[in-house]
């Protein structure tokens, strides 16, 4: 599944507008749907936690006209990728305790590590990415 959206003009220091805010409840939506298509609602969750820290990331670093979202299920792996058009590599950060932001990328670290998966960057910078190992299935009891 792919998805591209237009982002508004951001003035910096200021707030993500409305309008882009309002893609990030969309896009956990939409990764919550294909996933349930595709047989793996033990997934739903983690990747809709990890599609919230992505997207807002990308809205709030990236500078890009647009942000697209890369959703692949296999029967192994489970991947999702976001491009916000930034050059700029994103970094774990060290927050303040009582810093209201800054914590996403701790977030997905934990999540992709919880589920045996892994994430990172793009060569380029463009894209952050992140994976979650599907669980396997198993036997009923008899």
């Given at each position: ?62 500078d ?57 960057v793009?060569?380029?910078c ?17």
């Open positions: 599944m792919t998805v591209w959206f237009e982002r508004q003009q951001r003035i910096a220091g200021h707030p993500v507008p409305a309008q882009d805010a309002r893609r990030v409840p969309q896009m956990r939506r939409l990764v919550a749907a294909r996933l349930r298509l595709c047989g793996l609602p033990e997934l739903v969750e983690p990747m809709e936690l990890l599609t919230s820290e992505l997207v807002t990331n990308a809205l709030e670093h990236g890009g006209p647009g942000v697209s979202l890369l959703l692949s299920c296999s029967s192994e792996t489970v991947r999702l990728t976001v491009d916000d058009g930034s050059r700029e590599s994103p970094r774990l950060g060290a927050p303040e305790l009582d810093a209201e932001s800054g914590r996403g990328l701790w977030i997905v670290e934990s999540i992709t590590s919880e589920y045996s998966g892994s994430w990172g793009s060569p380029d463009t894209k952050t990415w992140c994976s979650l190992t599907v669980p396997v299935a198993k036997e009923p009891a008899v």
